[in-house]
């Protein structure tokens, strides 16, 4: 079964700051990729997701995320932190019938 | 905007009661997702409907049912609630072969 791994429950940086959340996945079969992000009492809107296109996959409001095969990872960044960032970030992983796995989630905390 | 609806917003049910949950979709977005999201977890997947036939069930009793209108309109329905059925329920559609799915806001179950 597939399954997504994100290390660090809590994430902390500064305003200005640069993001890395990261996301290492399991699966038998070439995934899709997805990143969602949760803001408080809403549901899940999708940031990026990554097709077997391009490896590098830009989505909104900045971040970005690279697919390493060799690593089974798929980390989020953006290369300067806004206070409307801080939310809760999901990474997940298409597993057929387009059946989504989700990880436990990143608190991302940013500081003025 | 996803184009995705979910009724009511909250709710509060009893040990024992029946709830129905709902969710509208855009036209043409011919299968829908639902999952269940425990406080500070990831989202769990419940299951899917395609043309309103079930495509696919988690790891989740049989209590836990579902209907798909021609209407891109479905219900989540679940019987002999319990406590640990306390949850955020999201649906999720998906527009015909895309593997994008887009949320709607939830329904926040409170089982007392």
């Known amino acids: 079964a597939q399954s997504v791994t994100q290390l660090g429950s809590h994430v902390s940086v500064s305003e200005g700051a640069l993001v890395l959340l990261r996301c290492n996945y399991s699966?038998?079969?070439?995934?899709?990729l997805f990143w969602y992000v949760q803001y408080p009492n809403q549901g899940l809107q999708l940031l990026l997701k990554?097709?077997?296109?391009?490896?590098l996959v830009k989505g909104i409001n900045g971040f970005e995320a690279e697919f390493k095969k060799s690593e089974t990872s798929f980390h989020l960044t953006k290369p300067s932190a806004h206070m409307s960032d801080a939310a809760e970030y999901f990474c997940?992983?298409?597993?057929?019938?387009?059946?989504?796995?989700f990880g436990t989630g990143t608190r991302l905390l940013v500081s003025p | 905007e996803t184009g995705v609806t979910q009724s009511p917003t909250h709710l509060i049910k009893t040990r024992g009661q029946q709830v129905t949950l709902r969710c509208s979709s855009q036209?043409?977005?011919?299968?829908v997702s639902w999952y269940q999201q425990a406080l500070g977890q990831g989202p769990q997947f419940i299951f899917q409907?395609?043309?309103?036939?079930?495509?696919g069930r988690g790891n989740f009793p049989p209590r836990f049912s579902g209907l798909q209108f021609p209407n891109y309109s479905s219900e989540l329905n679940v019987n002999a609630l319990e406590l640990d059925d306390s949850a955020l329920y999201l649906c999720?559609?998906?527009?015909?072969?895309?593997?994008?799915?887009?949320f709607g806001p939830g329904t926040r179950l409170l089982v007392l």
């Open positions: 999720a559609s998906t527009p015909g072969a895309e593997e994008t799915q887009y």
């Open positions: 699966s038998s079969v070439p995934p899709y």
């Open positions: 990554y097709t077997s296109a391009a490896t």
């Open positions: 997940a992983v298409s597993e057929g019938f387009q059946k989504l796995v």
């Open positions: 036209s043409g977005h011919n299968t």
């Open positions: 409907y395609y043309r309103e036939e079930e495509n």
